[in-house]
Nanobody, 115 residues
């Protein structure tokens, strides 16, 4: 299983970024995919999840209305569109999948929101 995130960077408050996670080594289209983030000095937290067919994305209140998760099962990729970014969104963002009893993680992509 391999998860490779990309798309992070430095953005000003109010700006946008789109993160991508390219997956391989498993049957991508049959699994829920998740994004987590870890801010400096804080615990890793779930940002959003999406069902295997793109149904019912989950968003906590902290990102609802600003973040949109989608997936392209033909490309084995999930996309996290982040709009109206805030300084508190600064974190390393990780793609994640749970297969059976195992959790798999990408290497993370850093997002910094600062003026």
């Amino acid at each position: 299983v391999q998860l490779v995130e990309s798309g992070g960077g430095l953005v000003q408050p109010g700006g946008s970024l789109r993160l991508s996670c390219a997956a391989s080594g498993f049957t991508f289209s049959t699994y829920v995919m998740n994004w987590h983030r870890q801010a400096p000095g804080k615990e890793r937290e779930l940002v959003t999840s999406i069902g295997s067919a793109g149904e019912s994305p989950y968003y906590p209140d902290s990102v609802k209305g600003r973040f949109t998760l989608s997936r392209d099962n033909a490309k084995n990729t999930v996309y996290l569109q982040m709009n109206s970014l805030k300084p508190e969104d600064t974190a390393v963002y990780y793609c994640n999948v749970r297969i059976g009893f195992h959790q798999y993680w990408g290497q993370g992509t850093r997002v910094t929101v600062s003026s």
